[in-house]
C-alpha cells in the first residue's frame, strides 16, 4: 500500500487560498489520491480524488505532480469552515473492492 | 437526500451490558463501513459489506463485536459485552461500487460511546 506523508499541522489565513501538500512516492499506476476532511465531531467529508489530472470541484482543487509521488489540495478562499483536519489518502487495491486508510492528517487552522 | 443516518447519536451505558449500534446508509448504495475512532488509534476500518455480505472484517477488535447487513437499506454493529475501552466514537459510511471506477465515501454523524 502506499503511503502518504502530510505536515501535522498549518495555520491559513481567512479569504486566501490554503495549499494543502502531500507526498506519496510509492504510488502505484493504478492507485487514485483523494482527499477528505473531518470537522470537529463530524463524520469524515469526501472532498475529491484524482489519478494524475488535476481536478476541481465546488470545494477545492487536486494538483498532482507529473511523476505523480506528490499532490497539493487547494482551497480557493478559505474560511472559518474549513477548519479541519485534512486526510491524503492513496486508495488501497484489494480485488475490485477497496478500503481507505485515514492516517494522522494535516490539521489546518483558518485564522480571521 | 438524507444521508447516511446513525443511531444512537450517544451512548453511555455500564461495562458488562450489550449494546447496538445502527446505520441506515443512502440509497442505491451497495457498500457499507464500520469505523471507530479513538484519540490513540485515529480513525479504523472495523468492518465493509458489499451488496449486503461481509467481505472483510479483520479490522474487528474480538469475538464481543459483532457486525450484520440483513438488508440493504440496515446495518447494526453490536458490542457484547462492552468494556470501557471499546469508548469511541463509531462512524459507519456507504458508497456506490461501480466495476474499475473509484468512488467516494459518504460518512454519517457517528455515535459517541462511552462505557462506564
Known amino acids: 500500500d502506499a503511503k502518504t506523508t502530510q505536515p501535522p499541522s498549518m495555520d491559513c489565513a481567512e479569504g486566501r487560498a490554503a495549499n494543502l501538500p502531500c507526498n506519496h512516492s510509492t504510488i502505484s499506476g493504478n492507485e487514485y489520491v483523494y482527499w477528505y476532511r473531518q470537522i470537529h465531531s463530524q463524520g469524515p467529508q469526501y472532498i475529491i480524488h484524482g489519478l494524475k489530472n488535476n481536478e476541481t470541484n465546488e470545494m477545492a482543487s487536486l494538483i498532482i505532480t507529473e511523476d505523480r509521488k506528490s499532490s497539493t489540495l487547494i482551497l480557493p478562499h478559505a474560511t472559518l469552515r474549513d477548519t479541519a483536519v485534512y486526510y491524503c489518502?492513496?486508495?488501497?487495491?484489494?480485488?475490485?473492492?477497496?478500503?481507505?486508510?485515514f492516517g494522522a492528517g494535516t490539521t489546518v487552522t483558518v485564522r480571521a | 437526500d438524507a444521508g447516511v443516518i446513525q443511531s444512537p447519536r450517544h451512548e453511555v451505558t455500564e461495562m458488562g451490558q450489550e449494546v447496538t449500534l445502527r446505520c441506515k446508509p443512502i440509497?442505491?448504495?451497495?457498500?457499507l463501513f464500520w469505523y471507530r475512532q479513538t484519540m490513540m488509534r485515529g480513525l479504523e476500518l472495523l468492518i465493509y459489506?458489499?451488496?449486503?455480505?461481509?467481505?472483510?472484517d479483520s479490522g474487528m477488535p474480538e469475538d464481543r463485536f459483532s457486525a450484520k447487513m440483513p438488508n440493504a437499506s440496515f446495518s447494526t454493529l453490536k458490542i457484547q459485552p462492552s468494556e470501557p475501552r471499546d469508548s469511541a466514537v463509531y462512524f459507519c459510511?456507504?458508497?456506490?461500487?461501480?466495476?474499475?471506477?473509484?468512488?467516494?465515501?459518504?460518512f454519517g454523524p457517528g455515535t459517541r460511546l462511552t462505557v462506564t
Open positions: 459510511a456507504s458508497s456506490l461500487r461501480r466495476q474499475g471506477a473509484s468512488y467516494e465515501q459518504y
Open positions: 489518502i492513496v486508495r488501497v487495491a484489494f480485488s475490485n473492492d477497496y478500503k481507505l486508510s
Open positions: 440509497s442505491g448504495h451497495n457498500s
Open positions: 459489506f458489499n451488496n449486503n455480505v461481509p467481505i472483510d
